[in-house]
């Protein structure tokens, strides 16, 4: 079956422009997380939906990020006006169950690198 | 916070064995390893339970010491196929989201 897919694989976009990245999960997973991983480092968490509903957002940097995942299977982070710090890889996941942290797999995209010029 | 790992970078000879730790000032319910190729999704390799039930690949073998909050990754006989960055990331026991730790870069020489 298909993994989790991301699109576009490569963004480039000057700064103060707006952009939206797309997550398709595994069909059927219930959980979708989205981190963005800085050059060097490990995945970041940025937030986190149960079907339609985003249940923790915490990790969302400014109010310039958005997200949604309106059918509870597609999700879409839109970026706007964006700035050179937010260039960094954005990676999905997605989880056939709840709470991750109680040892249930989470399975990543390849991501989408985000450069803003 | 973000759990530590070390070492930060390691090269081995095929064959060779290495060991990779995870550490953590909170108390965790489950640790999360990672294995990631530049360029690439992060691949499962195993989940460690508090309690001592692991979930993963057979060739994988590793621990988590309750006490010390800490959990060590051995990969043994390395192959070329091992290198990549390996990610420890640690979950609560009601929560979702797991936090990572800066990665173990892994080289594996012929």
């Known amino acids: 079956g298909a993994g989790v897919s991301q699109s576009p694989r490569y963004k480039v976009a000057k700064r103060g422009q707006d952009v939206a990245l797309r997550c398709d999960p595994i069909?059927?997973?219930?959980?979708l997380f989205w981190y963005q991983q800085a050059l060097g480092q490990g995945p970041e968490f940025l937030t986190y939906f149960q079907n339609e509903a985003q249940l923790d957002k915490s990790g969302l940097p400014s109010d310039r990020f958005f997200a949604e995942r309106p059918e509870g299977s597609v999700s879409t982070l839109k970026i706007q006006r964006t700035q050179q710090e937010d260039s960094a890889v954005y990676l999905c996941?997605?989880?056939?169950?709840?709470?991750?942290?109680?040892?249930?797999?989470?399975?990543f995209g390849p991501g989408t690198r985000l450069t803003v010029l | 916070q973000q759990p530590v790992q070390s070492p930060q970078a390691v090269i081995l000879r095929e064959g060779e064995d290495a060991v990779i730790n995870c550490s953590s000032s909170k108390a965790l319910y489950s640790v999360h390893w990672y294995r990631q190729k530049h360029g690439e999704a992060p691949v499962f390799l195993m989940i460690l339970l508090k309690g001592g039930e692991q979930k993963g690949h057979e060739k994988i073998s590793a621990s988590f010491n309750e006490k010390k909050q800490q959990s060590s990754l051995y990969l043994t006989a390395s192959q070329l196929s091992y290198s990549g960055t390996y990610f420890c990331g640690t979950g609560r026991e009601y929560g979702n989201k797991l936090v990572f730790g800066a990665g173990t870069i892994l080289r594996v020489k012929s």
């Open positions: 069909s059927g997973h219930v959980s």
């Open positions: 996941a997605s989880s056939l169950y709840l709470l991750s942290g109680r040892g249930y797999e989470q399975f």
